[in-house]
């Protein structure tokens, strides 16, 4: 996170230089060939004759976002269609296109959706062998379910039932999704008595 960009998408690529590898260590143990030396964190193309970039891409500084850190978040990459989604802290689900093939950019559209303000957002999932939905869960408690445009295709619902659970840090976690039998699995964090764990179907239009 950038204090002033916010949260940073970072795409590493690939060397073709011959010292990418970092300093060696000082005594080989894999036959003939030094080893890396693992004190040694390799920062891409700042070594002679590297290739390797890293390519970083702003999520805050676009339309309707903010400049928030990301938590929870991890990126999920859809391989098939070379797009990530990612959340923040500031409850934005955010789409980049061209993430491996390509140049990494903003999705736009409907992108970024404003999922639930001011609540962190856990790592999306795809159901990509089925759906193509985006499934999300905050630390408000709620799971959601958006078609790969970024429209919301079902209500909401609270991890548990009863009342929102934001104090017992709501979902942290990125939901499972099972797209063989349409079922995913999303866990809530305890709110000073349990902890739950919830099964959930969906479909094009529900989430149940």
Do not use: W
């Amino acid at each position: 996170n950038d204090p002033n960009m916010g949260t940073i998408l970072h795409v590493l690529t690939f060397h073709t230089g011959s010292t990418e590898y970092g300093s060696a260590c000082a005594s080989s143990n894999v036959g003939t060939a030094t080893p890396t030396c693992a004190k040694a964190p390799v920062i891409p193309g700042s070594t002679a004759s590297s290739t390797g970039s890293d390519y970083m891409l702003p999520l805050g500084l676009v339309a309707n976002a903010t400049t928030g850190a990301d938590t929870y978040s991890s990126p999920f990459i859809d391989y098939s269609t070379d797009i990530a989604y990612v959340g923040d802290d500031g409850g934005f689900l955010y789409s980049i296109t061209g993430v491996f093939l390509g140049t990494p950019a903003h999705a736009g559209g409907n992108f970024p959706v404003t999922v639930n303000a001011g609540f962190d957002i856990t790592s999306p999932a795809v159901d990509v062998s089925g759906t193509g939905h985006i499934f999300v869960g905050d630390s408000d408690g709620y799971v959601y379910n958006y078609t790969s445009a970024g429209a919301s295709a079902a209500t909401r619902i609270l991890v548990g039932g009863g009342s929102a659970n934001a104090t017992a840090g709501g979902v942290q976690d990125g939901p499972l999704i099972d797209s063989t039998n349409s079922r995913g699995y999303v866990a809530r964090g305890c709110n000073g008595t349990d902890s739950v764990l919830m099964q959930f179907s969906f479909s094009t239009s529900a989430l149940t």
